[in-house]
């Protein structure tokens, strides 16, 4: 189960890895937002088809049994409740990190399986952790924030 994310962090998502594997309780994944389409959503999976989930004061239960959740950030519990429904035989109930301040299935209802289209593997934790190049002279290690190649290109200028 991944950490959860944060702003500036960097995501390399995953948009093939429905050949080889499924989805999990836990997995983040980038989908379709149900309500439109033009805007992608990241978020974790907190039940799978054919589960029955409800929350109460904030504390989220699948399948009867609460869900340990070391992901969610202390400042950002909720106290919302829901009551309890099953997850249709397609979809998934997706949740934010960020309980407080998320627009998840609470809101928008479980996820069509149709509507997911990535899975995040890795991300790299902006100002966390570093990059290694080795500089040729005297073998010495220079750290770099961001590798080149992921740094976005400056704008071309005219002479």
Do not use: C
């Amino acid at each position: 189960m991944q950490p959860g994310l944060r702003d500036q962090d960097r995501l390399f998502i995953d948009k093939f890895f429905f050949r080889f594997e499924k989805i999990s309780r836990g997995d983040v994944v980038v989908f379709h937002y149900p309500r439109d389409p033009e805007k992608s959503y990241i978020k974790r999976i907190i039940a799978l088809p054919g589960d029955s989930i409800f929350i109460d004061h904030g504390r989220v239960w699948v399948n009867d049994q609460p869900l340990d959740e070391p992901y969610v950030p202390h400042r950002y519990l909720d106290t919302r409740s829901m009551p309890e429904i099953l997850i249709p035989s397609s979809d998934y109930f997706v949740m934010g990190d960020h309980r407080s301040i998320s627009s998840d299935s609470r809101d928008f209802g479980p996820v069509d399986r149709d509507l997911i289209y990535g899975k995040s593997h890795l991300h790299l934790l902006a100002r966390r952790i570093t990059w290694a190049s080795f500089a040729r002279q005297r073998q010495a290690a220079v750290y770099n924030p961001i590798p080149p190649l992921l740094k976005k290109n400056p704008p071309l200028t005219h002479p």
